[in-house]
Structure formats: structure tokens, C-alpha cells
């Protein structure tokens, strides 16, 4: 249990820090194309292309970003193994805090009481699920829920791709939401996978939750590559720790077996439905404008304010 708990831990303040770093590249990377007077960085409907998102990717800080995704990875599979996802996909919601702190001091952030407001929630929404948090469930040998969860994170990617591009310079939120559902997938899918314990690489390789895990991840960090170069790092860290924390919450519950001590199922399911609001909060907040930021007759450089 806390090595588990340790490990949500490690992943939380992996995916917190990367985040920031990613948004800062995506936005220097941008910023310095429009000096350089490059065309084609975007579609029609102002969404980034291919060729932008690689040349964010390419950067520096997106690179030790992207390594600490990694460190984030890690922590996130040990942690679906060893205790309840309810409880472990929470406590990495929690990146939402080291994001917003994060930014204030490298992307110029500017945080207001209702932002202040919403992430104290999120703090008080993981203290009550880690008191109320039982033992995890087990895997699941079904081949319906293997098959399930590739199939939905294809079917995901595909019409993400199609909403994002429809939706343009607005598409932030839904590709952030869109991302977490599929690191939701892939928690699922490290839950579930055969041939881990033990080592059986045939078996993991015929496994379909094994090429989930290949794909929801590769999909999500393209997702919320694109979702940093669209708007407010807050907004879409946010989103993506909505679509993250619902799904596999349930599932854990529902089909694998996870539980609440006895007697504080209330606090277990109060605590989750206040992480998940005070997340919706800070996604709708971070991409509202501050009335003292719509009255600032100079225009700010969208590196320094992380595009808020």
C-alpha cells in the first residue's frame, strides 16, 4: 500500500512538473516560429499542425518534459497495481496543484481567489480518499474488457483528432479531456494485463490490454502536446485529470473489485466527486479571462503568462 501510494506520488509531481515544462516549449516554440515569419503552423480553424507539435516536441525543455512523463509513467503503472485506481488516479489529479504552482513562477500565471478556491478542493478531495481508501481489486481475465479498452482508445484518438481540429483555437479542453480518458485507458489496461507477474512475454505480447498501453500512452501525450499549444496550461491539466479519474474510478469499482473501508464508503465517494469538481473548476477557470487581464491595454507576451 505505500509503495503504491509512493509511486502515485512520484507520478504526480512527474507529470505536475512536465507539464509545466511542455507548455513553456510548446509556447517558445510557437513565439519563435512567428518570428522567424513561418507559415503553415496552424489549420484553418487554428488548430496546430503535425509539423508544429514535432517542432515543439524537439525542444529542449519538451525533451526533459517529456522524461519526466516518463518518471510519471512509471509511477502511474506501479501504482494501478498495488492500490485502488479510485485512489491512485486521484492522487495524481493532484499534478493540477504542481502545475498551477509551477506556473506562477515559470509561465507568469496569474492566480486568482476562485483558482485558489478550486485547487484547495482538489487537497481536501485526496486527503478524504486516502483516509477512505480500502484494498485493491484484482485483474480481470475477461477478454471483452481486453479487447474493450484497445478498441475505445482507438475509436477515442480517432474522433479526438476529428474534435480538436473542428474545434481549432478552442479545442484546449477537449483534447486535455480527451488525453486523460485515454491515460485512463492505459491505467486500466496495467490493471488488467497478463504476463507481467510473472515475466511471460508471449503472453503480455498476445495480450490486447499490452498494445493498449502503447497506444493510449503514445495518444495521450500527443493530445496533450496539442492541448498545451491551444490554451491555458491550468485548463488543459485540468481537463485531463477529469477524463483521467472518472473512468477508471468506476471501473476499478465496478469490475475490478476495488473498495472503501468499511463504513466510509461516504467519504470515499464524497472525496472523489470533490476531486473531479474542483478540476472542472479550475479547467473552466483557467480558460476565462480576469477582468484585470481583459483591461490591460498592452498586449503580454503569451510566453510569460502561459497563454491565460
Not at 490493471?191 to 503514445?218: E, F, K
Amino acid at each position: 500500500m505505500l509503495i503504491g501510494l509512493f509511486a502515485a506520488l512520484l507520478a504526480c509531481v512527474g507529470y505536475g512538473v512536465g507539464s509545466v515544462l511542455q507548455a513553456y516549449a510548446a509556447r517558445r516554440s510557437a513565439a519563435a516560429a512567428q518570428e522567424r515569419g513561418e507559415v503553415g503552423q496552424l489549420t484553418e480553424t487554428g488548430a496546430p499542425t503535425v509539423a508544429s507539435t514535432v517542432a515543439a516536441v524537439l525542444t529542449a525543455a519538451f525533451i526533459v518534459g517529456s522524461v519526466l512523463d516518463v518518471v510519471g509513467f512509471v509511477g502511474n503503472a506501479v501504482s494501478a497495481r498495488l492500490i485502488p485506481l479510485f485512489l491512485s488516479q486521484t492522487i495524481m489529479s493532484a499534478n493540477l496543484i504542481v502545475t498551477a504552482v509551477l506556473g506562477i513562477f515559470v509561465l507568469g500565471i496569474r492566480l486568482h481567489l476562485r483558482d485558489w478556491v478550486a485547487i484547495c478542493s482538489v487537497v481536501l478531495a485526496l486527503a478524504a480518499l486516502g483516509g477512505a481508501a480500502g484494498h485493491e481489486g484484482g485483474g480481470s481475465d475477461d477478454p471483452v474488457l481486453h479487447w474493450g479498452v484497445l478498441v475505445a482508445s482507438l475509436l477515442l484518438f480517432g474522433v479526438s483528432q476529428l474534435v480538436v481540429r473542428r474545434l481549432g483555437s478552442r479545442g484546449a479542453v477537449a483534447a486535455g479531456l480527451a488525453a486523460g480518458m485515454l491515460f485512463g485507458a492505459l491505467a486500466i489496461a496495467v490493471r488488467i494485463v497478463q504476463g507481467i507477474d510473472p515475466l511471460d512475454v508471449p503472453t503480455l505480447l498476445a495480450d490486447p490490454a499490452a498494445w493498449t498501453i502503447a497506444i493510449a500512452g503514445i495518444g495521450g501525450f500527443y493530445l496533450h502536446t496539442v492541448a498545451l499549444q491551444l490554451g491555458s496550461v491550468n485548463g488543459a491539466t485540468a481537463a485531463l485529470v477529469v477524463g483521467e479519474t472518472v473512468i477508471p474510478g468506476i471501473i476499478g469499482v465496478l469490475v475490478l473489485g476495488d473498495t472503501s473501508r468499511p463504513g466510509l464508503e461516504w467519504l470515499a465517494i464524497l472525496g472523489f466527486f470533490l476531486a473531479i469538481a474542483g478540476a472542472v473548476a479550475v479547467a473552466v477557470f483557467g480558460n476565462l479571462p480576469h477582468p484585470e487581464d481583459e483591461s490591460t491595454t498592452d498586449k503580454p507576451d503569451p510566453v510569460a503568462v502561459g497563454g491565460e
